[in-house]
C-alpha cells in the first residue's frame, strides 16, 4: 500500500488548515513506516535509545487517544499505558505487531475525528490543564497535535535512515 500524502491547502480557513496539516503529519509517519518488516520497525535508533517506528506509532495511538479524547471529551480510557508502565506504547514486545498498531492508531484517528466534529475551534476540554487549571480550545489541542507529530516526525526519519537508508520530507 502506499501512502498518499496530499500538501495542506496554502489559503484553506482556519479549520481546514488546520486539518489539513495534522492529516498530512499523520500520513508522513505512515509513510515512514510503509514498506518496512515488524522487524525492522522494532529497530532501535541509537543506543541506549530504545526508539523505534512501532513504539512511535504505538504512542502517537496513545496521543491521539489523549488529546482527543481523555482531554477534550474527558474520557478516560488509555489505548497501551497502564498505571504499571505509563509508557507502554513505548516497550512493545516481539509478540506486537504492526498490523494491531497501525488498527489501533487509525481507530484512535477516526475516534479523534468523531470527537471533534461539529465542535467549534473556540470549544473547551472537559479535562483541564494540570500547569494552569484550565480548559484547552479545540484550536490549540490541534496546534499541539500539529506539533507533536511534526516533532515525532523527524524521529521517524532518523529512524527510517538508519534501517535502511530512506530519507525525506
Same mark, same amino acid.
Request: aromatic share 8%; with cysteine; proline share 4%.
Given at each position: 500500500?502506499?501512502?498518499?500524502?496530499?500538501?495542506?491547502? +496554502?489559503?484553506?480557513?482556519?479549520?481546514?488548515?488546520?486539518? %489539513?496539516? $495534522?492529516? =498530512? /503529519?499523520?500520513?508522513? +509517519?505512515?509513510?515512514?513506516?510503509?514498506?518496512?518488516?515488524?522487524?525492522?520497525?522494532?529497530?532501535?535508533? &541509537? #543506543?541506549?535509545? %530504545? $526508539?523505534?517506528?512501532? %513504539?512511535? &506509532?504505538? /504512542?502517537?495511538?496513545?496521543?491521539?487517544?489523549?488529546?482527543?479524547?481523555?482531554? +477534550?471529551?474527558? &474520557?478516560?480510557?488509555? &489505548? =497501551?499505558?497502564?498505571?504499571?508502565? #505509563?509508557?507502554?506504547?513505548?516497550?512493545?514486545?516481539?509478540?506486537?505487531?504492526?498490523?494491531?498498531?497501525?488498527?489501533?492508531?487509525?481507530?484512535?484517528?477516526?475516534?479523534?475525528?468523531?470527537?471533534?466534529?461539529?465542535?467549534?475551534?473556540?470549544?473547551?476540554?472537559?479535562?483541564?490543564?494540570?500547569?494552569? %487549571?484550565? #480548559?484547552?480550545?479545540?484550536?490549540?489541542? =490541534?496546534?499541539?497535535?500539529?506539533?507533536? =507529530?511534526?516533532?515525532?516526525?523527524?524521529?521517524?526519519?532518523? +529512524?527510517?535512515?538508519?534501517?535502511?537508508?530512506?530519507?525525506?520530507?
Amino acid at each position: 500500500m502506499t501512502t498518499e500524502r496530499t500538501e495542506p491547502a +496554502l489559503n484553506a480557513g482556519e479549520r481546514a488548515m488546520l486539518e %489539513g496539516w $495534522l492529516d =498530512y /503529519h499523520r500520513r508522513t +509517519l505512515a509513510w515512514k513506516c510503509e514498506g518496512l518488516t515488524d522487524a525492522q520497525l522494532r529497530t532501535a535508533s &541509537v #543506543p541506549p535509545s %530504545g $526508539l523505534t517506528l512501532l %513504539g512511535l &506509532v504505538r /504512542h502517537m495511538a496513545e496521543v491521539e487517544n489523549g488529546w482527543f479524547t481523555h482531554v +477534550l471529551t474527558g &474520557v478516560d480510557e488509555p &489505548v =497501551y499505558a497502564t498505571e504499571e508502565d #505509563p509508557d507502554a506504547d513505548f516497550h512493545h514486545t516481539d509478540a506486537d505487531t504492526w498490523e494491531e498498531a497501525h488498527a489501533t492508531w487509525q481507530a484512535e484517528i477516526a475516534s479523534a475525528r468523531r470527537n471533534a466534529a461539529g465542535l467549534d475551534l473556540d470549544a473547551l476540554s472537559k479535562t483541564v490543564s494540570r500547569r494552569t %487549571g484550565e #480548559p484547552f480550545s479545540l484550536r490549540w489541542i =490541534y496546534t499541539h497535535m500539529i506539533e507533536e =507529530y511534526a516533532r515525532h516526525n523527524g524521529h521517524a526519519d532518523l +529512524l527510517r535512515e538508519v534501517i535502511d537508508g530512506r530519507t525525506g520530507d
